[in-house]
């Protein structure tokens, strides 16, 4: 069941590919000239990004985007220094990038990345002009046991208290249900907009802006993006494995133009 969506208020609408751990530098090129064919490029209300690795940046950003705009999947909270395998906010800017996602839940499992530790990426990205896209998101067990806002409020305020009210204001942030990535499963319309309403109610009362983009992130296709966006509370999507695709990306981006008319 779709969510209703006022009309009263229409924001801007903001689609981002995570490419994850795929695709070579002639493939990443393929792929986003692709894009470019079929239309799934920015315009004044819909903005598109994707986030390919690290290897395909300088290509991307040298060929052209097609009016799609680039960022990356992680940078470190240095600006420079003795971290073997580490990126800085600073060199993504330097190969054109303009956003960052910034503690996806892949990361938090693999590398133990603590909300501490996203605040301080969070922090030091917007300082060199990065836009964070800074995740959240409660694992099955503690949807299950009803914890589902206390998982997600306890994250955001500890980001909050180590990158202050103010960062978080000019981020983004993507609620991705962590039992939803890549399991074929996907929170119901109305699910998601309840979560992204409590979130936009909890940042008011922690003082920053409401006015902040919340995406939803968790097996999000062409199939169900129509509904996902009509929710009020819905700014955009964090696609994973359908933003690989491009006739998929594309719908999505489609539906993303639909929502704001």
Known sequence: MACQRSTTEVRSTL?????????????????????????????????????????????????????????????????????????????????????????????????????????RKAHHALQVGLRPIICVGELLEERQSGKTLEVLFRQIDEIVETAGADVVSKSVIAYEPVWAIGTGLAATSAQVQDVHAAIRAHLEEITVSGAVPILYGGSVTAANAAGLFSCQDVDGALVGGASLKAQEFAQIVHEARQRTR
């Open 15 to 119: 689609v981002v590919g995570n490419w994850k751990m795929n695709l070579l530098r002639n493939e990443a090129l393929d792929l986003v000239a692709e894009l470019g064919r079929l239309g799934a490029v920015a315009n004044e209300l819909v903005d598109v990004v994707i986030c390919p690795p690290f290897t395909a940046l300088t290509s991307l950003a040298d060929h052209g985007m097609h009016g799609i705009k680039l960022g990356a999947q992680n940078c470190h909270f240095s600006q420079k220094g003795a971290y073997t395998g580490e990126v800085s906010a600073e060199m993504l800017c330097d190969v054109g990038c303009s956003y960052v996602i910034i503690g996806h839940s892949e990361r938090r499992r693999d590398y133990n990345e603590t909300d501490a530790e996203i605040g």
